[in-house]
């Protein structure tokens, strides 16, 4: 899900990091598709922690001693994820609260990333960043819409579509960052 620029991604020996937390996310997704009538609780917490790694693996992605190009961005959105995710994992009552405002700016945050990185026109495909980033910005606005309304079915079915395309995309970029021997 998130924008996924492989010209500013180097190559790091935690490859496999990523490739796990992609497929994490995938089976988070696909658990809160099947089973939405666990609640904001159990999804909140899972999606937390599973945001928590996903911070720390982008930390020391971007801190290894082969730090890929855009190393700011990976700690910028390490620290933003691993926020978000402390925040959710915090309190079940503060999370059914905010579990949809904090995954809409995390989601609009991503967006912006990927317009960003779309405008660097640095590979062949930067307008596919253009699509994701409206795709992202998108989703994060119905995530604003689903907290506004209270509507769990939508924030269910929302999550669980995102975080399984999100570990879809984290799982296949894992394969980029994987160095050549």
Known sequence: MKSVDLSKMGQTR?????LVVGI???????????WPAAGYAVAS??????LVLAGIVQLCVA????????????????????????????????SEAVFPYFLAFVFLYWGIE???????RRNRYWWLNIINGILLVVIGFFFLEAGWTS???????????AFIYWGFTVA????????ER
Do not use: C, E, H, T
């Not at 935690?14 to 990523?18: D, E, S, T, Y």
């Not at 990927?114 to 660097?120: I, N, V």
């Not at 509507?151 to 579509?161: E, G, P, Q, R, T």
């Not at 296949?172 to 160095?179: G, M, S, V």
């Open 24 to 34: 994490l996310l995938v089976i988070g997704g696909f658990a809160y598709w099947f």
């Open 172 to 179: 296949i970029a894992a394969y980029d960052l994987k160095p």
């Open 114 to 120: 990927a317009f960003a990185g779309a405008s660097r």
């Open 63 to 94: 801190a290894g001693p082969n730090s890929p190009k855009g190393w700011g961005w990976w700690i910028a959105g390490g620290v933003i994820d691993m926020f978000v995710g402390f925040m959710l994992v915090r309190s079940v009552i503060l």
């Open 14 to 18: 935690w490859w496999w990091l990523v």
């Open 151 to 161: 509507d769990m079915y939508m924030v269910s079915f929302l999550a669980s579509i």
């Open 45 to 50: 917490q899972i999606f937390g922690w599973l």
